[in-house]
């Protein structure tokens, strides 16, 4: 059973617009919710996160909205660029020293 | 070399062929990961080794068998492989265990 569920499985949005990428999970047991970020050829590379005491986390152009009562976060990248083009993965973790769970990513294209 | 470090980079082997995949972490981390990356599924834990003792292995089949000879190093041997066994394989490594992970580049492996 997929302990996280992401949507869209692609995104395309033109340069300056807002992209947002969600995730839903069933288990209340998580408490911890990093972005990554993978780029063709590259590792996934954690991008922000997020602890459920906090509804919102901004860094940047990066933000993760975070709806604990609706089991659901997503990421928005404001003002998005030609570089952001990447693969983006959700995840979860029940905690520290516990296993993550990732979705199944978010391929972005944003054309210029 | 910085951060993690995975060689070879592609490879593609024969179902009856033995190859391993090294991997290499350069940031004094005490715990490594095998991660398997598929298309459109998420990224799947294989092995995880804390402090060089293996401490999980999530019902992973006996062809893929991991060594970790000290706290740098992480090595999976590979032995009559599938098709399905076709993916990028992911090293990472963290400070603590399920801590922030570090991915390497990957291993893109096929198998025919």
């Known amino acids: 059973q997929q302990q996280v569920k992401q949507s869209p499985q692609s995104l395309i949005v033109q340069k300056g617009g807002i992209s947002i990428i969600n995730c839903a999970y069933e288990?209340?047991?998580?408490?911890?919710f990093p972005w990554y970020q993978q780029f063709p050829g590259k590792g996934p590379a954690l991008l922000i996160a997020i602890r459920p005491d906090v509804s919102e986390k901004k860094e940047g152009r990066f933000t993760i909205s975070f709806n604990k009562s609706a089991k659901q976060f997503s990421l928005h990248i404001m003002d998005s660029q030609p570089g952001d083009s990447a693969t983006y993965f959700c995840?979860?973790?029940?905690?520290?020293?516990?296993?993550?769970?990732f979705g199944t990513g978010t391929s972005l294209t944003v054309i210029p | 070399e910085t951060g993690v470090t995975q060689t070879p980079r592609h490879l593609v082997m024969g179902m009856t062929n033995k190859k391993s995949l090294k991997c290499e972490q350069h940031?004094?981390?005490?715990?490594m990961y095998w991660y398997k990356q598929s298309a459109k599924k998420p990224l799947e834990l294989m092995f995880v080794?804390?402090?060089?003792?293996?401490?999980e292995n999530n019902s992973v089949p006996s062809r893929f068998s991991p060594e970790c000879p000290n706290s740098s190093h992480l090595f999976l041997h590979l032995h009559t492989l599938q098709p399905e066994d076709s993916a990028l394989y992911l090293c990472?490594?963290?400070?603590?265990?399920?801590?922030?992970?570090?991915f390497g580049p990957g291993t893109r492996l096929t198998v025919t």
């Open positions: 940031l004094g981390h005490n715990a």
């Open positions: 288990n209340t047991a998580f408490d911890y």
């Open positions: 990472a490594s963290s400070q603590g265990l399920f801590q922030e992970q570090y």
């Open positions: 080794y804390s402090l060089e003792e293996r401490v």
């Open positions: 995840a979860a973790s029940p905690g520290t020293g516990n296993q993550f769970y």
